[in-house]
């Protein structure tokens, strides 16, 4: 089969290889950059993973750099993993802004170790640039020994930010008892740090926290973060590794002294099938933009069918903002609506043929329950009480175009909009205004896309997307 059309053409993807988390994402120099978790070699075994590189000057066309930060150094050895950028302003030589990235060596040494507690070193590490594009030296500037006592090897994924005081990281970990926690770290200068203390929540909440954010919506701050351990729990879907927030109490800080994680306000990202490890940055117009990975770490479903030579994509830049009940609400970057291209009728009920496999549904004004059917096999549904996000039929088998996939659902009390972007192999559903968001990849086979609509709403529209990723090699 002709496998080309499960490429994306506006949801990042590395030509060919492995892509996990976002990383390093900021905006520099008027250049949006978009890191990513690379192994350019797999599906060759144990392919460590470095930093793959995009480029774009509007969130609409894209261009891939490759793999730009290798793990060629005795501190990173099987692995450079998931780091943050922090924008200096008018910190470069010719009084631009620069750019400093920072993220995790991962190194397991070769022996008979439990890579727990024992045989892994988690170093952190700086490089500075002056444009984003050529990268400095390597330092390390963190090693096991500077963590506190009472954690184990596990500790990644920085997160850096500046205030009056100076500079903050906060890094993901796991304690001697299987908890999961946060280090916070200060430094005066970005350079040499010292450890702050620990956020912790009260009750246990997973064995270890990966990639932790701190995101500022109107003042108030939240902490995003990935619990490992989650299988046990009712919303779960027996899915080990969950992502989501907390927001801080009014007025407080995670560098406030004694600040705690009340997990019971915690509050999944998406609650679709294949999103984690998000990463949030503000841009220069001051937007607070989020992107994950549209994956999930050892999942019980396919990402790679029929022996795709890629796997894996991004998620759209989503704009978050936050909303009077504490939820922050997502949605497609704007830029993206200008890859649309003609706009096709859609029929309310009914179903309509769209030509090719990338489209942007948005339909307003609904009323009552409503049923999006794509390709008679994905079944995106509110019931009054509840989103759902159902493969139907011989969709939902190990050989359909869910891969394994089957249902996913959310509470939802209203919905009177839905927005679901469709591109090649990866489909993201935004409801009520970004209230309630649900990703999931898919592998369809027809050679264009069927809408079917059951409802009632005002308004139905659709449009066939362009490509933000053209390959060199076509254009
Ligand atoms: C999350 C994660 C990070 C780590 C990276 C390695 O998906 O496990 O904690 O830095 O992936 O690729």
Redesign the pocket.
Same mark, same amino acid.
């Given at each position: 089969m002709d496998c080309s059309r499960w490429k994306m053409g506006f949801h990042l993807m590395p030509p060919t290889g492995w892509l !996990? #988390?976002p990383n390093g994402l900021c905006q520099l120099r008027g250049t949006y950059h978009v890191f990513h978790?690379y192994s350019p070699a797999w599906p060759a075994p144990d392919a460590p %993973?470095g930093w793959g590189h995009f480029t774009s000057r509007d969130l609409v066309t894209w261009e891939h750099h490759g793999m730009v930060v290798q793990p060629d150094t005795a501190d990173e050895a099987s +692995?450079s @993993?998931?780091g943050c950028a922090v924008v200096m302003p008018g910190a470069a030589a010719d009084g631009g802004d620069a750019l400093r990235l920072y993220y995790?060596g !991962?190194v397991k040494e070769p022996g008979d170790f439990d890579y727990i507690r024992t045989g892994r070193r988690a170093a952190q590490i700086l490089i500075e640039s002056d444009d984003g594009m050529a990268l400095g030296p390597k330092r390390v500037i963190l090693r096991n020994a500077d963590y506190p006592a009472d954690c184990t090897c596990h500790v %990644? #994924?920085p997160k850096v930010w500046r205030d009056g005081d100076g500079w903050w990281m906060i890094l +993901?970990a796991r304690d001697v008892e299987d908890r999961g926690l946060i280090l916070l770290m200060r430094s005066k200068d970005g350079v040499l740090w010292t450890s702050a203390g620990e956020v912790r929540s009260p009750e246990p909440f997973g064995y270890m926290w990966? &990639?932790p954010d701190r995101i500022v919506l109107d003042g108030r701050v939240h902490l995003s973060f &990935?619990p490992q351990g989650m299988e046990g729990l009712p919303w779960s879907n027996g899915m080990r590794d969950q992502s989501g927030y907390v927001p801080m109490p009014d007025g407080t800080d995670l560098s406030v002294p004694g600040a705690s994680v009340d997990v019971r306000a915690f509050r999944r990202w998406d609650a679709g099938f294949d999103f @984690?490890?998000p990463q949030s940055f503000t841009d220069e117009t001051g937007r607070t933009l989020l992107i994950g990975?549209m994956g999930v770490?050892e999942p019980p479903f396919d990402s790679a069918p029929c022996g795709l030579t890629w796997c894996h994509c991004l998620t759209v830049p989503r704009v978050l903002t936050r909303l009077a009940d504490g939820t922050i609400a997502q949605l497609p970057a704007p830029e993206l609506e200008r890859l649309r291209e003609a706009e096709e009728p859609l029929a309310v009920p009914g179903t309509m043929v769209l030509p090719g496999r990338r489209a942007d549904i948005e339909l307003a004004g609904i009323e009552g329950p409503l049923r999006l059917t794509l390709d008679g096999g994905l079944q995106i549904a509110f019931d009054g009480r509840e989103l759902s996000c159902t493969f139907i039929g011989d969709a939902c088998r190990p050989d359909g175009i869910g891969a394994g996939r089957t249902r996913r659902l959310v509470p939802l009390e209203s919905l009177s909009s839905l927005r679901v972007l469709v591109d090649g192999s990866a489909v993201e559903v935004f409801a009520e205004g970004g209230r309630a968001v649900m990703s999931t990849r898919w592998f369809p086979v027809a050679d264009a896309l069927s809408v079917s609509l059951d409802g009632c709403c005002a308004s139905a529209r659709a449009w066939s997307m362009g490509d933000g990723m053209p390959d060199p090699a076509e254009a």
């Open positions: !996990n #988390d978790q %993973r +692995g @993993y998931s995790t !991962n %990644r #994924d +993901g990966e &990639c &990935c @984690y490890a990975w770490p």
